[in-house]
């Protein structure tokens, strides 16, 4: 059963940092692009960042380039992600997805599937 597992999120003062791990259960993550998203409550899940299954290839949403890092190690079948300079619009659930084969988006949800649980991120002081 293909299940991805999300952990690291946590409570942290606004600039502080965290790393998120997509960690996957019953398959090989490193066969699968990644994308991690974040739904903070009454808005609509959206995309965050992006990689793909060999890692060379990486994409991010305006709102989080140059704070979030999006790697992966295929060894550990795990994909982080590393948020610094967190702000107070950071705060959602954080979901990891494994993405959908023939679609040339990166970062919309409808083209992933096997989400996991989620974890939530906190920013307050």
């Known amino acids: 059963q293909v299940q991805l597992v999300e952990s690291g999120g946590g409570l942290v003062q606004p600039g502080g940092s965290l790393r998120l791990s997509c960690a996957a259960s019953g398959f090989t993550l490193g066969y699968y692009a990644i994308g991690w998203f974040r739904q903070a409550p009454g808005k609509e899940r959206e995309g965050v960042s992006f990689?793909?299954?060999?890692?060379?290839?990486?994409r991010y949403a305006e709102s989080v380039k140059g704070r979030f890092t999006i790697s992966r190690d295929n060894v550990k079948n795990t994909v982080y992600l590393q948020m610094n300079s967190l702000k107070r619009e950071d705060p959602a659930v954080y979901y990891c997805?494994?993405?959908?084969?023939?679609?040339?988006?990166?970062?919309?949800?409808?083209?992933?599937?096997?989400w996991g649980q989620g974890t939530q991120v906190t920013v307050s002081s």
């Open positions: 997805a494994t993405k959908q084969r023939g679609s040339n988006r990166y970062l919309i949800p409808a083209d992933f599937s096997s």
């Open positions: 990689i793909s299954s060999s890692g060379s290839l990486t």
